[in-house]
């Protein structure tokens, strides 16, 4: 049967397969028996008085196998492959899929040419320091023909003597660029250097040069900036090199009334509305504010538009700025096309059809994936880097991994930055602190915690553990208001302050002079906030020290992170135990001060609101019974409730309301919106 099925479902294969086949079939029959033979024997020497019941189950099996053998469908090929008897595991559905995917070839991502084929910046700040000091040369400004003279003065006044490396390479591509007649477009560029290395004079000055000869006042260069205090630096740095030229420029930022803003921007002459400001530094909040509510607000003839900081604008879409910045720019547009706003000229009409901004981006951790930079749709882009210098890179060049291995993900610290860690344990992470700042006596650090909460308990313990040394430590979080933020700033700059126990709210960009030491005291959740929070220290080719506080289960995952970023993990440092023992009283009162101030202030907590809840209830009440004068007891509960209110607060209508007022006539929605505003405050 057997035979005959071979025969009749593989006709070629019948006269030379046949011998074959039964020759096979005669091993495998010769195996089995051999096999059904030595179990028999093993069960003969286990046993030696086989049951009969034994007997008949073996029997029952063998006709079993038997059976099983027959109903096995023969082919050929399977015959013939077949040297071991079918295995009876459970087959999983779609393992041979799964181990196929398995076995296929990790797909590559292959870079844009522009990103694998960047333009390298090279160059040493320390260096090229040191070497300027031994030879006293004529200060290199003035050997560089693309400044102007207004430049140079600025910058003098600035004390600054000579470029540094990402300014070489990039504001003579710039003003290059810009030099060549239309149709020519300029590139945009994505400039990816380390912090403190001057990327904000890098765009400010070719801006600025660029701007100079302007005629009529229009903004011509937008700044985005993710925070005000950053975009207060860089507004700074651009009205001093803007002092001796005509330019206007404008800080557009949450901090101001947006009515105070509007009238710095705009004036409204004979029904027209003309700009101010030629160059506008902002938040993409307060821009998109302005492009809704300013009337006259124009960008059209935006000739420049800069992103610092880029990769944080791009991670967090911040009320999809970009796009309101395009439909703005778009719609004048239209608006001249169509005929409802006339230009000036046919040239004016020409000049603003379709035009885009030169686009500049800057980060010291810049996103080089692709996908991220596609949003921004750059003009034939073009990166400066100085990522292929990084250690990791060299050591890969024989081998075979990509450029985007090499290049993705991959960020430079300054050379000037020492990067060490300390080991100890999580219940002494404070004490571990204050024995490090004691006993390498660091004077001027910042501190990073990875939360405001954080920060301020910190700031509370330490303050408490300095009370007898002159160390001053004060806490600068988001939980502050920008007011105190900046006074604390203000206060460690001048040297009032030792450290500053930060959240990492103010982590980038903020250049505060002479930082020793950054701490972490918690360690980044990610190298791109480890980057930055290390880089408030070795700016402008100064030395700096950064250390990490680990615990022994955040070793490895630290150690990974900076490995992955082609980084390593630098020394150990570590602190007397001697000292630890000796300040351990001190430490205890300080945590046991802490506890009793955050039980203090949860329930502080609590009766603010009850009382707010209580509050809410009452109004509730109010509003579904009629119109009446209120009972004593309720006004005495609305005394209570706007006790809570700070000083100089407006009423509420809601307390009107509460107090026997006629109603005013609103919507039910809003007086919800009241409501919670109230309770909010
Ligand atoms: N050519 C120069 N010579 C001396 N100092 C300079 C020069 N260029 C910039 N600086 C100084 O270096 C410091 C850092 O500059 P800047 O804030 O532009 O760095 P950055 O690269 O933008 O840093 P971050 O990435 O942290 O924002 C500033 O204090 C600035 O005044």
Redesign the pocket.
Known sequence: MELFTVNRYNDQAKSTNEDEILQKLLQKAEKRKRKHKAVEEEKLDKEPQTTEHTIVAEELQEEKEHQKENDEPLQSESLAEEETPPSNDFQVLGAEALAAAAKRQKVELVLPNWLAHPTLIEGNLQLEEQAENETESVSALQQLGYLKSFTRQA?KQ???????P??RAVIPWILEAHAKPEPFRPRDICVS??????????FAIPIVQLLSQRVECKVRALVVLPVAE?AL??YK?ISSLCSKTELEVCLLSKQHRLEDEQEKLLELYKGKYYSKVDIVVTTPGRLVDHLHATKGFCLKSLQFLVI??ADRIMDAVFQNWLYHLDTHVRETTDQLLSGTQAPLCYAELLSSFGKQPHKLL???TLSQDPEKLQNLRLFQPKLFTTVLNLPVFQLNEGKTDSVQDQIVGKYTTPAELTEQYCVTEMRLKPLTLFALIQQYKWKRFLCFSNSADTANRLAFVLKILFQSYDITVEELSGNMSALERSTTLNNFARGKINGLICSDALA????V?DVDIVISYEAARHIKTYI?RV??TA???KLGTAVTLLSDQDLDQFKKMLLDAGKAMGDEISVSTDFEVEHANLYSTAMSALKDQQSLEKSKKAITKRRLAHHAKLHKEMEHKDQRTLTLMEKLQLKTISDIKKPGEKVHKIDKSLQGVTKPKETKRKRQAKIFKAIEK
């Open positions: 910058l600035m004390k600054i003597k000579r470029p540094f990402v300014q250097a380390p912090t403190g290395s001057g990327k904000t004079l890098a950053l630096q860089v740095v610092d900081e800057f980060s010291a980038r960009g903020i250049d002079a930055h880089g408030r700016r402008a080719g």
